[in-house]
């Protein structure tokens, strides 16, 4: 399904560390007469779906949030051990080598969805072409 496909591809890139669709995590916290998407003459009443029912889209926009952790790499003390298990306390004291992904990650994150609805628009169509239409089996095949 397109739902499967977006969240799998989103929630793969570096540092996601969680991705909802429609009113995501707020959906259980609600009832189902509130949180229902009527479909009105063009399109829906509301968006809780977040453009896609049953993993098909519906014509709403695709309303996803992804949520990335924090950098790791900070200035405070921190624990650790070493290659020999021993626990050691060490700080960091110059550089920052983690990326900086607030920068890149609207973008970046649009870029992926667009990619995973035209690879589905793609794979949609590829199941319609009619092979005679390209001449491909017009000459004989060898006996």
């Keep these: 399904s397109l739902k499967m496909r977006l969240m799998g591809s989103l929630g793969g890139l570096h540092a996601v560390q969680s991705c909802e669709m429609g009113s995501g995590g707020e959906a259980v916290l609600r009832k189902g007469s509130e949180h229902n998407d ?3 003459r063009h399109g829906y009443k509301s968006n809780h779906h977040g453009g896609l029912l049953g993993g098909i889209t519906t014509g ?4 996803f949030r992804v949520g990335f952790k924090p950098t790791s790499t900070i200035t405070s003390s921190q624990s650790s051990i070493q290659k020999d298990f021993e626990e050691i306390d060490y700080q960091l004291t110059k550089g920052r080598h ?3 992904l607030g920068v890149r990650a609207g973008v970046t994150l649009e870029s992926r969805m667009a990619i995973e609805v035209m690879d589905a628009v793609l794979a949609h169509q590829s199941g319609r072409v009619d092979p005679d239409a390209f001449g491909l089996f017009d000459q ?3 006996s």
């Excluded at 709403?60 to 309303?63: A, I, M, T, Y």
């Design 98 to 100: 983690d990326p900086c």
């Design 140 to 142: 004989k095949r060898p």
């Design 60 to 63: 709403s926009p695709l309303v």
């Design 38 to 40: 009527p479909i009105r």
